[in-house]
T-cell receptor, first 116, second 110 residues
Framework: GAVVSQHPSWVICKSGTSVKIECRSL??????MFWYRQFPKQSLMLMAT?????????EQGVEKDKFLINHASLTLSTLTVTSAHPEDSSFYIC????????????FGSGTQLSVL | SQQGEEDPQALSIQEGENATMNCSYK?????LQWYRQNSGRGLVHLIL?????REKHSGRLRVTLDTSKKSSSLLITASRAADTASYFC??????????FGTGTSLTVIP
């Protein structure tokens, strides 16, 4: 199956700093990637849909200036958490639709963000 | 919210027993998918059922879909300890979004 690589897997940062998370499709081109946020023992909440070469579509309640998404190529989307605060601490997961059927999602392994 | 609801929230069974979890959703869908997540990891795709399908099998997995009731079920037969994980249904909407259910935490006791 398709492989999605997400990096870093774990990051600890000070309050006020910015953190960039990368999501790469390794063996296929992903015109669309999705960014999710997950709190412990809860479901995945869709944050935004990232489309290559255009602006991301954010879900209601998600601050676009806080969570900057860039999808500059067909294999890379980045999520930058700007001026992170402790309440931003969470598990962030990216996913991409497979290129063949365009139906299934392939997930990165997730990034655990801890803001001190 | 487009998020679906799953029940039960948690399920604990003995190895060898069958596990059934249910998912309900709110709007029209292109397809519905089931994913598995081990603690602190990404999700793994298990099975997809399209809106015009009623039942699908894959190994020990059986999925049903009732679009009139907007519900789906996942049956895992002859469960194993390695099946212990969280299971999520995801609805693929016509607008290209994927929304996940609340999840069922399955524990299979050896």
């Amino acid at each position: 199956g398709a492989v999605v690589s997400q990096h870093p897997s774990w990051v600890i940062c000070k309050s006020g700093t910015s953190v960039k998370i990368e999501c790469r499709s390794l063996d296929f081109q992903a015109t669309t990637m999705f960014w999710y946020r997950q709190f412990p023992k809860q479901s995945l909440m869709l944050m935004a849909t990232s489309n290559e070469g255009s602006k991301a579509t954010y879900e209601q309640g998600v601050e676009k200036d806080k969570f900057l998404i860039n999808h500059a190529s067909l294999t890379l989307s980045t999520l930058t958490v700007t001026s992170a605060h402790p309440e931003d601490s969470s598990f962030y997961i990216c996913s991409a639709k497979d290129g063949s059927t365009n139906e299934k999602l392939f997930f990165g392994s997730g990034t655990q963000l801890s803001v001190l | 919210s487009q998020q679906g609801e799953e029940d039960p929230q948690a399920l604990s069974i003995q190895e060898g027993e069958n596990a059934t979890m249910n998912c309900s959703y709110k709007t029209s869908i292109n397809n519905l998918q089931w994913y598995r997540q081990n603690s602190g990891r990404g999700l793994v795709h298990l099975i997809l059922i399209r809106s015009n399908e009623r039942e699908k099998h894959s190994g020990r997995l059986r999925v049903t879909l009732d679009t009139s009731k907007k519900s789906s079920s996942l049956l895992i037969t002859a469960s194993r300890a390695a099946d212990t994980a969280s299971y999520f249904c995801a609805t693929n909407l016509p607008g290209n979004q994927f929304y996940f259910g609340t999840g069922t935490s399955l524990t299979v006791i050896p």
